[in-house]
């Protein structure tokens, strides 16, 4: 079986249809890691396409600050206005929708699956000591994490931490790394719609553990297209300005 791995799309619909397009085929099961909204322009239209893939989807944290579940008191002025707009422009189906989504760790064929972290799924994994207790804690060899939106990860072997570097080549492309028995994973698939590794393609992951691989996916996207919409949406201008960077 192999695993379509999604997360972090933020109601960016041109940014997930470019990379489902790219990897037409290749897949067989879509997880999504949750923030299905936020930031970007389509919260419906992302919303839709991802319950239109019967995606196995958990919720993340603009999705409980977009959906109303939360009332985003913690989030940035900039994260909080796009918050509120999503909840008044989200059709009552779309709200209910987000509102439902499970909390993670969800397990599934082999691999576990998060939003933050493992303990708490609003928490921020950037370095290997975040990562450690995540590691030393895992239910299963391999785990998947998004909310930071920097494609790569961790893997524990032994005592020592290693950082997942990745080169994935320009334009359509991914880079493979082996999953190695007596290992444990945790990695980021990217973000599709808003990355900060300062790559702007869309960031996406594909697993296949059977295989014991995880192809990591970059995919470019007409970018200018979304800015456009989000300016004619009244978001705000940093956001709109920073797709274009991956930052």
Known sequence: MRYLILSDIHANVTSLEAALAAVEGKWDRVICLGDVVGYGPDPNEVVDKIRALDA?????????AGSGLEDAADFNPVARAVALWTREKLTPDNLDYLQKLPTGPLELDGMSFVHGALRDEDEYVFTQAQALEGLLEAPLPVTFFGHTHLQGGFILDETNVEVVRLKVPPGVGSAKID????????????????????????GFAIAELSNHSVEFWRVPYEVSAVQERMTRAGLPEPLIARIAFGR
């Open 56 to 64: 196995i989807t958990i919720r993340g944290n603009h999705d409980k």
């Open 179 to 202: 999953i190695v028995d007596g290992k444990t994973y945790l990695l980021n698939p990217g973000s599709v719609g808003q990355p900060r590794d300062g790559d702007p393609r869309a």
